[in-house]
């Protein structure tokens, strides 16, 4: 099974692809798709829609997983990772791949074993857990931590027929 | 020209097409998007994207207006309707038509010539404008509104040629 990690920001979008193979996950991809260069929402929305579109046709993943977000600083802000988010979703939505939702202690907690885990740990443990030669991009980082999230979610709805978590 | 007024909502996205013909305003259609029977944000945001392209299909709008929004009640809500505007504008920018924004200001001053105009001002004027037999349905309404707005901001540049406000 192969899935798509995305770290959605109105800025910068990480994605990460990993393939699990029975217990073992093995890194295919990670990269940062940057909406800098243009100052107009709708050419950027644009942008995070079209290369993820590119990454999925390019990986074909079998299913998307995504940080679900509670909180954010104020309102704009919440507004601007809306639009962005939304882009992210629709990527995989309209090629049809599932598209599942995790909180940022599902995440840690998969990754880290520990809910509450710093930032540099999961980033630690993603690049032990995927053999990858150094810290990937910190935004792509936080995508393949959700694809792990998954792949572990999944796993267990494996090993417990009928109970299915995405 | 042929513009699509859109007013995204996490629930209810509206949207109306008119035909500025001269300095004739021509109702084409206009309709509400209902995403209430799902709850899954995903399923809601394809609902949004796919009912909109296909009115783009049908309708060959010449552009996209949307409301610029600059507050919400809170983050939770910003954060819901970002993910549904973010929804809405995709589906015009992939179709390759530009996508202008008016702050709910701009379009009151438009329409009712009075930028703290009350809502059913604005419907009344729409209504009025664009020759309706009864009020549409309020997102409808407010989607025909800023698509009014556009094209008084687009008959603007028109006459003023090497202005171009879109």
Redesign the interface.
């Known amino acids: 099974m192969r899935i798509l990690g995305i770290d959605p920001g109105s800025r910068i979008t990480g994605y990460g692809i990993i393939e699990k193979q029975g217990n073992r996950l093995l890194h295919i991809d990670n990269g940062a798709i940057s909406t800098r260069s243009s100052d107009d929402?709708?050419?950027r929305?644009?942008v995070i829609?079209?290369d993820l579109h590119r990454v999925i046709a390019q990986y074909a993943p079998d299913a998307v997983a995504i940080e679900r977000?509670?909180?954010?600083?104020?309102?704009?802000?919440?507004?601007?990772?809306?639009?962005?988010?939304?882009?992210a979703?629709?990527a995989?939505?309209?090629a049809d791949l599932p598209?599942a939702?995790y909180t940022a202690v599902e995440v840690k907690s998969a990754v880290v074993g520990y809910g509450r885990a710093e930032k540099s740990q999961v980033q630690q443990m993603v690049r032990m857990l995927l053999n990858l030669p150094e810290i990937a991009q910190e935004d792509a980082s936080d995508a393949l931590a959700v694809a792990i999230c998954h792949a572990h979610s999944n796993a267990l709805s494996d090993r417990l027929p009928g109970l299915n978590s995405s």
């Open positions: 929402l709708a050419d929305l644009k829609y079209q977000i509670f909180v954010a600083k104020n309102a704009q802000s919440a507004l601007k990772l809306g639009h962005a988010r939304g882009a979703m629709l995989g939505v309209i598209v939702e």
